[in-house]
């Protein structure tokens, strides 16, 4: 791409770049009046698509509205429809929790239903014997609590899979010890159902009788009972497919789906579910797959294998080894879970994305986090990998998590955006600072989470509307908000964002390989201290994690701050063919890292081998010993690596050959071992890494993403310490000789970029950012260097103090009845909230919260307009800016006298307003949007909704919040921009 056409092209992007909204639907309820009203409200709004889904209405009858009802098939035809005249994506959802996902064509007794291998126990004393039946799975037990949703039906089948003797050494908190050595396997003792066996003489032993049953795990709101299927062994994946192609995929969906090239299934996380003691997920074929792949029984191992989680990352084993047998155990536990996640790959994953191509449908998915199934090795099988902001919060080293597999295979990597435990409280700058955090791990597609209509159940919906989603954990996005007059601005400057950076390829410095089947994805959810205090979402990722200088994957910033990008990946996925290493780099047409790094104890030997024949051809590669990272951050649970690369992950027997291969890696030049992370970048500076865009000095505040497309580079900065942090300057050095532009994402120009020199056949750029700000920059290496610049400098003009304020509060109005009568013989019925706005004149005075104007008080939610006038007897040279100061966190827009519409980022609103100033008098008009948490405080809201990050901690407890500071705090200064360079090009 040429600049000129990047010119053309960012002033408006298509709508593919636009972000897109997960619309929570109350189940089948809505008419059609409604769901073509909220799609075309998304569209004017600059939406870009949506992906819908059945949520819980309490209120109305689930077998006329829920997931399969006749209903839901219309309104899901009117949703593709509508989305698909208005040139918007469309998303199915899919998920555990999601009825779409789950059958109501079985049972959990059903081949195709999920299984699980549960267990009981039996202590024999030693020398005696045991006869009779076995003690059977109680199916009808009483469920412990958990706060993971879904529900069980009622299983009546369990088969019998093995039966285990172990003898107990110790019992210890919260695991029995056990000797490896001892184990028996009865299996085969064992006739029909009953078992006679004597124990040694000696010990005390135990018997575990391993059942496989269904889980039961269903899903609502649906018009059936729907069941969880297996993801596990092919009969799952047949029977959706089946589903799918029969009943869902109507000839008319078909029709509709065909002329939409932006349609896809979105599989949401998988929070599937075991209930029994065995907490292991199961299917028929798990212990013959796993012989076959592993060349080992796992009979003997169940013991072993037998745990509790909540999530994946805490996850406690029942019972554990003697410490000379710790590793080895540790091991077959490995090939557990990595069997599993061959099968969730093969059996379910693959065939799903070749089925739902047949249809015209891709697939993106948040693939393997919350259960035992590695992270990134399901990457290549999907068309996007999405991320989310609930479970991985704000911190970058978690989306770096799956950039790798992401930025490896050329994947779109998505996120869904908004999630938190705040629920219309926070400002919109809150939100703004997640996006910017994402856009620096190279995400570049933001799914809102998200959107629903104000319409919903006639009984159960009271103002600002239908929740959808629950209140719980979850920001709205949609026409609820005094935000939403707002939208079309903040998604045009978002587009633009994406779509820069879509262009050409992720430039990724360091490549770090990490196995991780067990990833803490609740790092981000919420924290509570360790005296109990809840800290709120504002003040966690705002102040900790990454804004505390503590990245939990990779510890060490010694990459970051020097300016370098860097994102982890299993190593078996260099073993795929669709990678490769060539001209001194790993992936060219994809990252290229330049380098990578091991640091986990574990490498598997035929990665090992396949990375020194690259090394042989000039790989780098660096092992780092002494490394710690997170295993379940919230519970203050790391893991620490002593070495890197001693043994293989499996019980492979291949630990002295990987010590071999390792030894020979270690005799190459391009390899080095280190014994502190801390002198990561001075070891990959002497094998000769060098950032691409590498700071010139190292700075503590900034990250960047780069990318590469031909002659232009595009790189993307962002001042992540937007809440403790100060305004920094950075100088970045760029490869090649180029002339760099500016590009304004708020209205689409391009302009030369002051602050430029040129060193040793590189572009530097020097960079001022506040806290929270972002700056896009291209630099167009066609042209040779240009002149060497200044940074630009400013000069005050007029600060204006008084302003003329009107503040539009926000409540309560009279809702509406919405009937529709399709001629079915019954009449749906929904009521739609509205929204009375009040105007109260605060007249005119110094600039201060609302909170602080007696006349509005803390009480108030809404939109202040703010008026003033400027006199300006000569417009002089240069551009002129307004700094806007603060608007405390909200967004909004300024407008100067009949002048266009402007945006502007939240945390540092400066819009430029040259062209519409004149000489003389010019009113100056600044409008910003508050959240609605005064107004819902003032109602109670919050007094009934539960915590759920205590809920997480075993404790009760409500939302608390207090009133927030809203409106236009300032100072606001016209400032005059004295250097040369920001004549626009557009």
Request: glycine share 10%.
């Amino acid at each position: 791409m040429s600049i000129e056409e990047l010119v053309r092209r960012i002033a408006e992007p298509g709508i593919e770049f636009r972000p897109e909204l997960r619309w929570w639907l109350a189940e089948g309820l809505h008419t059609d009046e409604t769901l073509r009203h909220e799609i075309g409200e998304a569209h004017r709004l600059g939406f870009g698509g949506m992906e819908f889904l059945a949520m819980d209405e309490a209120a109305v009858d689930h077998s006329r509205y829920g997931w399969g009802a006749e209903e839901w098939v219309h309104d899901s035809q009117i949703v593709v429809e509508e989305t698909t005249r208005r040139g918007m994506s469309v998303s199915f959802t899919s998920g555990t929790n999601w009825s779409n996902a789950n059958l109501p064509t079985i049972d959990p007794d059903h081949a195709a239903a999920a299984k699980e291998l549960d267990v009981t126990i039996e202590d024999v004393a030693a020398g005696t014997s045991r006869s009779g039946p076995l003690p059977r799975i109680d199916l009808d037990a009483p469920l412990p609590e958990s706060i993971i949703p879904g529900h069980r039906g009622v299983i009546r089948d369990q088969v019998l899979i093995a039966v285990v003797a172990a003898r107990v050494i110790a019992e210890t908190d919260p695991a029995a010890t056990l000797d490896v050595e001892s184990v028996l396997d009865l299996s085969d003792r064992v006739e029909g159902d009953e078992l006679e066996w004597a124990a040694p003489a000696e010990g005390r032993w135990r018997l575990f009788n391993f059942w496989m049953h269904g889980t039961g795990q269903t899903a609502s709101p649906s018009a059936s009972i729907n069941y969880t299927v297996n993801y596990l062994d092919r009969a799952g994946v047949d029977a959706v497919i089946d589903y799918w192609d029969s009943v869902v995929l109507t000839p008319e969906l078909r029709a509709e789906i065909a002329k939409n090239p932006r349609t896809q299934m979105y599989m949401d996380s998988l929070e599937l579910s075991t209930y029994g003691a065995g907490g292991m997920f199961w299917g028929p074929s798990v212990a013959s797959e796993f012989r076959s792949r592993r060349g080992y029984e796992i009979t003997p191992w169940l013991p072993f294998l037998t745990r509790s989680a909540w999530m994946a990352a805490a996850t406690t084993y029942h019972n554990e080894p003697a410490d000379d047998h710790k590793i080895t155990v540790d091991k077959v536990r490995y090939d557990y879970v990595r069997t599993l996640t061959d099968l969730y790959i093969e059996n379910m994953l693959r065939p799903f994305a070749e089925f739902l191509h047949t249809q015209g449908i891709s697939l993106r998915s948040e693939i393997s986090y919350g259960l035992p199934f590695e992270l990134t090795r399901p990457g290549p099988e999907v068309d996007g990998i999405e991320t989310e902001s609930l479970e991985f919060g704000s911190q970058i080293d978690a989306y770096r998590l799956l950039g790798g597999p992401a930025h490896l295979f050329g994947k779109q990597y998505s996120s869904e955006t908004g999630a938190t435990t705040r629920n219309h409280m926070l400002e919109h700058r809150f939100y703004d600072q997640i996006i910017a955090t994402q856009l620096a791990a190279g995400i570049t597609k933001t799914v809102l989470h998200g959107w629903s209509s104000p319409a919903g159940a006639e009984d159960t919906t009271e103002w600002p509307g239908h929740e959808g989603m629950l209140p719980m954990f979850s920001e709205r996005f949609d026409t609820r908000q005094p935000a939403a007059e707002f939208y079309p601005l903040w998604t045009a400057a978002l587009g633009r964002c994406q779509y820069l950076l879509r262009q050409g390829l992720p430039r990724i410095d360091v490549g770090i390989l990490r196995t991780d089947h067990f990833t803490d994805n609740v790092s981000g959810v919420g924290e509570v201290d360790l005296d109990g205090r809840r800290v709120p979402d504002e003040e966690s990722y705002a102040t900790r994690g990454m804004r505390n200088r503590d990245n939990r994957w990779w510890s060490d910033l010694g990459m970051q701050d020097a300016g370098w990008t860097y994102e982890f990946f299993d190593g078996s996925l260099l073993l795929r063919g669709d990678v490769s290493y060539a001209d001194g780099l790993v992936q060219p047409d994809g990252p290229g890292y330049q380098a990578l790094i091991i640091y986990q104890s574990e490498l598997d030997a035929d990665v090992a081998a396949h990375l020194l024949g690259w090394a042989r051809e000039g790989l780098r590669l660096l092992l780092v010993h002494g490394t710690r990272e997170a295993r379940l951050a919230m519970m203050g649970h790391y893991i620490s690596h002593e070495r890197a690369a001693v043994r293989t992950p499996g019980l492979d027997h291949r630990d002295n050959e990987l010590t071999t291969i390792i030894a020979e890696l270690l005799q190459l030049p391009t390899v080095v071992e280190i014994d502190d992370p801390v002198g990561t970048v001075s070891a990959l500076r002497s094998l000769g890494v060098q950032g691409r865009a590498e700071f010139v000095r190292d700075n503590p505040s900034i990250l960047t993403h780069l990318r590469a497309d031909d002659d232009l580079l595009h790189l993307y900065a962002y001042h992540f310490l937007y809440q403790t942090g100060d305004p920094t300057e950075v100088e970045i050095r760029l490869p090649g000789l180029g002339t760099a532009s500016a590009i304004d994402a708020w209205t689409g120009t391009v302009h030369d970029r002051d602050g430029v020199r040129y060193e040793d056949d590189h572009t530097i750029v020097r960079l001022r950012l506040s806290p929270g700000e972002t700056a896009l920059i291209t630099v167009d290496r066609s042209t040779g260097a240009g002149p060497e610049t200044e940074p630009e400098a400013y000069e005050q003009v007029a600060e204006i103090a008084d302003w003329d304020l009107t503040v539009e509060s926000w409540d309560a109005g009279e809702p509406q009845l919405i009937t529709e009568d399709r001629g079915l013989g019954y009449v749906s019925r929904e009521v739609r909230p509205t929204t009375a706005i009040t105007k109260i004149n605060a007249g005119v005075g110094p600039l201060r919260p609302w909170q602080q104007i007696d006349v509005v008080g803390a009480e108030v939610s809404g939109v202040g307009d703010y008026q003033a006038t400027v006199r300006l007897d000569d417009l002089g040279s240069g551009r002129l800016l307004l700094d806007l100061g603060s608007t405390a966190g909200g967004l909004g827009s300024v407008t100067v006298n009949d002048g266009a519409v402007r945006g502007f980022d939240t945390s540092r609103p400066v819009v430029d307003i040259t062209d519409d100033l004149r000489p003389g008098e010019n009113t100056i008009r600044v409008r910003v949007s508050s959240s609605l948490n005064n107004r819902l405080l003032a109602r109670g809201y919050y007094e009934q909704i539960p915590d759920i990050v205590l809920m997480f901690v075993g404790r009760e407890g409500f939302q608390q919040t207090h009133p927030r500071d809203y409106g236009l705090l300032g100072p606001v200064r016209l400032l005059r921009r004295t250097r040369r360079g920001l004549d626009s090009r557009a």
